[in-house]
């Protein structure tokens, strides 16, 4: 078997219908290929393959893991991708293709996953996983709340988001400390018009200072007394809706021709 290692962050799911109701989460029929990240011991890898209505392959950085699913899953042959999948080029391994993600993400660096799914937007229709239920929540939240951020805005203005279930830590090997949550999100038909780079720029820039109003927090923009006039920059950034935020994008990116 295979041994969860903790500087890897695992912490293996045992509990089979909630990895059966993991696999059930991509629902598009837009693409044909499934990439898994962090198979581990293949208990979601099983019920994907099950499906037999897309192309599986699996992303692992750990040789146990990789050595284990070459035994259990023989039919993925060459489909197992080995490494970090923070540092895959996704475009190089999928060429001209659109793909579903899924997986039960390893808690430490879940949210630069999530950052890597919105650099890959054009080719990733569909994303699910499980999450730390707090990463979840975030990634889900309303404005005017208190986990409310960046992440929140960044991935609600390029995709619905939906929370679907709450997974209790003692189905896990070993149990983490909390719990986790299983979330959904499907790619917005319309796109939002801007560059993605700057409007990254802008909704950090806004919450590193989340306690000042815009006209504060986004004083490096050096942005023009007519814009700053704007009621909007008296808000405080969680005070804005993911839309409230692409519209002031787009506003500042106008200001700075």
Known sequence: MVTPKKHLGQHFLTDLNIAKKIAGTLQDDSYKKILEIGPGTGVLTRFLLDRGDK??????????????????????KDRIIEGDFLKLDLKKLFP???IGITGNFPYNIST???????????????????????????IAAQHGSKTYGIL?????????????????????????????????????????????????????????????????????????????????????????SPQDFLELAKKIKHDLR
């Open 55 to 76: 192309e599986i392959f699996v992303n692992e950085i750990d040789k146990e893991s990789i050595e284990y699913l070459k035994k259990k899953f023989p039919q993925l």
């Open 112 to 138: 630069q996953i999530v950052f890597k799914i919105l650099e890959n937007k054009e080719m990733i229709p569909e994303f699910s996983g499980m999450f730390q239920k707090e990463v979840s929540e975030r």
């Open 96 to 98: 001209g293709e659109e």
């Open 152 to 240: 929140s805005v960044l991935t609600q203005n390029y995709y619905d988001v939906d929370y679907l279930f709450t997974v209790n830590e003692k189905v896990f090997n070993p149990p983490p400390k909390v719990k986790s949550g299983v979330i959904r999100l499907k790619r917005k038909q319309k796109p939002p018009g801007i560059d993605y780079d700057f409007f990254k720029k802008v909704v950090k820039t806004a919450f590193n200072q989340r306690r000042k109003t815009l006209r504060n927090s986004l004083k490096s923009f050096n942005l023009s007394d007519n814009l700053k006039q704007d009621s909007i920059f008296a808000k405080r950034p969680e005070q804005l």
